[in-house]
């Protein structure tokens, strides 16, 4: 705890290097796992039992489009936030979203590096990686919740984790406690790595099979009874996938799926550094939504 109060304060965070900085604050996740309570100010605040068994969704890549739920289309939005922050959002107006985690399909918790993606055992978010789901996480009791069975992850599927409970603030806040910790269900898929793909379109192969990863996220989110969902730019960074390709297949399942959410949310940093052909994450899934009408 010493240590990552020492890591945490505002001078200590500019002097250290990033990755000992996350290795703290994972260390720190555990430590607070395993006690079921952190220190909020003078508050003690306990971490919620969720209950519920992991489960694994599988796209059969035929089926018939969802019964509507609703009166109305989903108010899709792409919002330039902190994922965590998007679903918390939700929740406080009364929402009951599932997040996508952007997951490694090897290894829960993200890998060290893609060459060793497959040695990976615990996951990179222990030793410092930066990815998003290394974030999850961090931020949460996700590392308690892993069922080794069910990795490697199904290559058109994904898993539905309904136990899992956030109680810290991202990296700009220096991985601050929540004053209350949010229970919110994770979905984890993994895009295809380094896909095959011509500029800014995927082969045909990796397209259809990553609509079925897609379909797969949207589907257990449904099976579930959530009613909202926070999504991200699937694949778009160290995998490789071009963004302007994942935004349209998720554009094709925002259409399918209009009426059986109530809200539909893209948390896709502003990442000016990370570009494809120029075009960035953000700026992909907001040209492609800016005119998105499901019927």
């Known amino acids: 705890q010493a240590e990552f109060s020492a890591a945490t304060g505002n001078a200590a965070v500019a002097g250290l290097r990033r990755g000992k900085l996350l290795a703290a604050v994972a260390r720190d996740t555990v430590r607070v796992c395993a006690a079921g309570e952190y220190a909020a100010g003078a508050l003690a605040v306990k971490l919620p039992q ?12 035929d089926s018939a489009p969802p019964a509507p739920a609703y009166g109305e289309d989903a108010a899709v939005r792409v919002l330039s936030m ?38 990976a055992e615990c996951g990179g978010w222990k030793t410092g990686a930066a990815a998003q789901e290394e974030d999850l996480f961090r931020r949460s009791n996700l590392h ?52 095959a793909t011509c500029g800014m379109r995927l082969a045909d192969a990796e397209q259809e099979g990553t609509r079925r990863k897609i379909d797969a996220v949207f589907a257990a989110a ?8 926070v999504l991200s730019a699937l694949g778009c960074g160290a995998f490789g996938n071009p963004p302007t390709a994942i935004a349209r297949l998720f554009r094709e ?20 550094v990370a570009r494809v052909h120029g075009v960035s994450n953000f700026e992909a899934f907001e040209c492609e939504f800016k005119s998105f009408r499901p019927s």
């Open 50 to 61: 969720c209950d519920g068994p992991v489960e694994v969704h599988v796209s059969e890549g």
């Open 82 to 119: 902190d994922c965590v922050d998007a679903a918390v959002s939700l929740a406080c107006e009364g929402l009951r979203p599932a997040l996508l985690s952007m997951a490694n399909q090897a290894a829960a918790g993200g890998g060290p590096q893609l060459a060793a993606v497959a040695r």
């Open 144 to 195: 308690r919740l892993v069922d080794p069975r069910h990795y490697p992850l199904p290559e058109f599927g994904c898993t539905y984790t309904p136990g899992s409970v956030f109680f810290r603030r991202g990296v700009s806040e220096g991985y601050a406690y929540m004053p209350e910790p949010v229970p919110v269900a994770t979905i984890s898929c993994a895009a295809y790595v380094q896909p």
């Open 222 to 229: 449904l099976a579930h009874g959530h009613d909202s969902l």
């Open 253 to 272: 399942a925002c259409a399918r799926y209009a009426r059986a959410f109530r809200r539909i949310d893209f948390a896709v940093i502003d990442d000016e």
